[in-house]
């Protein structure tokens, strides 16, 4: 099996069957299974609730609701990303015994990543609409979003795992740097409520735009505010600078030690 | 390099050609020039005809792994080259990519499909997986229930039900226990008797001379004989014995790999 061997049927019958052995695997390893991608956000809902609108009083009204839409899509990307990114390194001992196109081995993880988060994305929309918010045809530009914010997730995970074996410490600090990401992509705050210069400047942060969206689109029945297509050419353009790295490593990566 | 015993006669049948290859590490990364490289690989030359088994001999560190990656097309050459015909080259490999939570027909399927085969491939040779694996019911269990040698029983079949055209093996032959040792170890042979091509890395003499028609010998990077069995074997011998003396006498400094 080499390079030519692997035609792209080859390479999505593989992705098809890995995701799903994945997933069932995933499911067997814990007793709540998939239950945790929902008590996760959860669990955290509770603490930002705390902290935000008991203690710093800072929240505003439906603060739960506008936390828990910025929460669950903010897990599909972090989740991606710490799993994705040392994908490459960890599968060092595969790729010596027989050839992988290397960008399968963080693609399988945002598929199975992406096939748990839509479910529980479902349940967001459910519970906001159960809430009392009216359902409007914005609704309709939620498969933009989604489409947006995946790419970006795929941009930003091929982009981590094709470097991190030539940098092997930055696996160690990828839980920080999405800790700061968080922090500055709004997931908290309305980014509305910033200032001039500042306010401009969190909005280059696509997350934020992404994450603002949602909330336009379910929480307040408009379209999204800002322009998604920048996030989306963004992600476009890192996923292809990561396929060319790969390919053009893709027989150093099982030297790399 | 000694007498070519077995000349490159019709070139028709040369499924592999390595020239004059080097393979190189990189001992740890750096910005400037490539003063850290070690060659593990210095100057490689051989080829490999349909339907011979080909063996590799050499002491360890002497580049036979690395070389059996290079001919799978996992790594590439640095310098010189490396030319096959449309053929599917791999390494046996043994419980590829095996997820612990997934069931035994699962993997065997994963596994299969990192190997080489379509999914339709493996589902269509799945029964044979599973009565060469001895393994009845239990393949619907997830292999974290397995014993040792159930594994290992399930990553020979897999590996035995992919059939490359060119396969390499290093080292490993029968795996499991006495019985099953015996069981893969014939299958094994058979697979190499058979009209098959085969690159064979193995310490063990008797099996050499059991299955192989040719061998090359390696040391430090280098092909030093490429020829008849016997002929290249007496050279192993005499340059072991020849490496013994002086490490005796101290001769030899402790292995240094130094850079060619």
Redesign the interface.
């Given at each position: 099996?080499?390079?030519h061997?692997w035609d792209t049927a080859?390479k999505l019958?593989?992705l098809a069957?890995?995701t799903a052995?994945?997933s069932?695997?995933?499911g067997?390893?814990t007793y709540l299974g998939l239950l945790w991608w929902l008590i996760d956000p959860a669990v955290s809902l509770v603490v930002y609730y705390i902290v935000f609108e008991m203690v710093l009083q800072r929240g505003g009204p439906n603060f739960v609701l506008f936390l828990f839409v910025g929460l669950v899509p903010w897990r599909w990307l972090s989740a991606s990303l710490e799993q994705s990114g040392p994908a490459l390194l960890n599968s060092r001992a595969?790729?010596?015994?027989?050839?992988?196109p290397k960008a399968l081995f963080p693609l399988r993880i945002l598929a199975s990543n992406t096939i748990k988060f839509l479910p529980v994305f479902c349940l967001v929309i459910v519970i906001v609409l159960a809430s009392g918010i009216p359902p409007t045809r914005a609704l309709l530009f939620l498969p933009y979003i989604i489409l947006v914010q995946g790419m970006l997730i795929t941009g930003c995970a091929l982009c981590l795992a094709s470097i991190v074996p030539?940098?092997p410490d930055l696996r160690l600090i990828i839980g920080n740097l999405m800790r700061l990401w968080l922090f500055l992509s709004g997931v908290f705050f309305d980014v509305g409520i910033l200032e001039g210069k500042l306010e401009q400047t969190f909005r280059l942060n696509p997350m934020t735009i992404v994450l603002e969206a949602y909330r336009d689109v379910l929480l307040k029945g408009q379209a999204p505010s800002s322009a998604m297509l920048p996030a989306l050419a963004l992600g476009c353009i890192f996923a292809a600078i990561a396929i060319l790295v790969m390919r053009r490593l893709d027989?150093q990566y099982?030297?790399?030690? | 390099m000694t007498s070519a015993t077995h000349p490159t006669e019709s070139s028709s049948s040369e499924v592999i050609r390595v020239s004059n290859a080097g393979v190189s590490?990189?001992r740890r990364?750096s910005w400037f020039g490539n003063s850290n490289r070690l060659w593990a690989l210095s100057d490689v030359s051989m080829s490999l005809h349909q339907g011979e088994t080909l063996g590799v001999i050499g002491a360890n560190g002497a580049g036979k792994s690395t070389l059996l990656?290079l001919l799978?097309?996992?790594?590439?050459t640095d310098r010189g080259t490396i030319t096959r015909t449309n053929i599917?080259?791999?390494?046996l490999?043994l419980q590829?990519?095996f997820?612990?939570?997934?069931s035994g027909r699962?993997n065997a399927?994963?596994s299969g499909?990192?190997?080489?085969l379509?999914?339709r491939g493996i589902i269509a040779r799945l029964d044979e997986i599973i009565e060469f694996s001895e393994l009845g019911e239990r393949i619907l269990d997830?292999i974290r229930t397995y014993s040792t040698g159930m594994r290992a029983r399930l990553g020979f079949a897999v590996a035995l039900a992919v059939d490359?055209d060119v396969l390499l093996i290093d080292e490993v032959l029968g795996v499991g226990d006495a019985d099953f040792a015996q069981k893969s170890r014939d299958a094994m042979q058979t697979r190499i008797q058979s009209n098959r091509t085969v690159v064979l890395v193995t310490h063990s003499e008797s099996l050499l001379r059991s299955v192989c028609d040719r061998a090359i010998l390696l040391h430090r990077g280098r092909t030093i004989a490429d020829g008849d069995l016997d002929t290249v074997l007496l050279l192993y011998r005499r340059s072991r014995k020849k490496a013994e003396q002086e490490n005796f006498a101290g001769v030899v400094k402790p292995d240094t790999e130094q850079d060619r």
């Open positions: 099996m080499s390079r061997d080859r019958e593989f069957f890995s052995a994945e069932k695997a995933e067997q390893r595969l790729m010596q015994l027989v050839y992988v030539l940098f027989f099982p030297k790399m030690v | 590490y990189r990364l990656r799978a097309g996992i790594i590439q599917t080259v791999s390494l490999s590829v990519g997820i612990p939570d997934l699962d399927i994963l499909m990192l190997l080489g379509r999914k997830p490359p």
